[in-house]
């Protein structure tokens, strides 16, 4: 006996640097909707683990996406909201996703890198991860934003006409 079909579920892959504004949109997202949002700063705060501990950041990365596998194929939306700075990153998860079935879009922000400085100044609160202007600087000169090519690949976002691209 199958039981009753499930549609497949979405993902939802938020990408930018930090200050770039993933978490508001990702929290937006989620309300909007009803979505299970997944956020690694949040996750190893709560556990008390560092950071900027790589290893740690990574194991929990792969559980999550563990997790948001079992979700979406429960039909569920789900927000991953890791910052996505490798190309090659984004394309596995979305060739993965789209391999259950689900749809897959991706949100890139982004802001000009003194403007994500003073947003990354300026935050304060549980979940967030502290970085100096060192790292963001040398974040930017690593991110691969996605071109308009690779955005093209992506689903559209719902009531949407065109993948997501913030300033």
């Known amino acids: ?8 579920g979405r993902l939802i892959l938020i990408c930018g640097l930090p200050g770039a504004g993933k978490t508001t949109l990702a929290r937006r997202l989620a309300a909007e909707r009803a979505a299970v949002r997944l956020c690694p700063d949040e996750w190893l705060a709560h556990l008390g683990l560092d950071p900027h501990d790589e ?29 996505f ?25 982004t802001a000009p890198l ?14 967030t991860v502290p970085i100096t202007r060192a790292m963001l600087e040398q974040g930017a000169a690593i991110f691969e934003p996605p ?21």
């Open 1 to 8: 006996m199958n039981g009753p079909a499930r549609r497949p």
């Open 55 to 83: 290893a740690a950041r990574d194991r929990l990365e792969k559980q999550l996406w563990r997790h948001a596998r079992d979700l979406l194929r429960l039909g569920q939306t789900v927000i991953l909201e890791y910052g």
């Open 114 to 127: 003194d403007e994500l400085w003073r947003r990354v100044e300026a935050r304060h609160g549980w979940g």
């Open 147 to 167: 071109d308009d090519a690779e955005l093209s690949r992506y689903d559209r976002p719902e009531n949407e006409e065109a993948p997501h691209h913030e300033r």
């Open 85 to 109: 700075w490798a190309r090659s990153e984004r394309e596995e998860l979305r060739l993965a996703a789209r391999a259950m079935g689900a749809a897959v879009e991706l949100h890139y922000l």
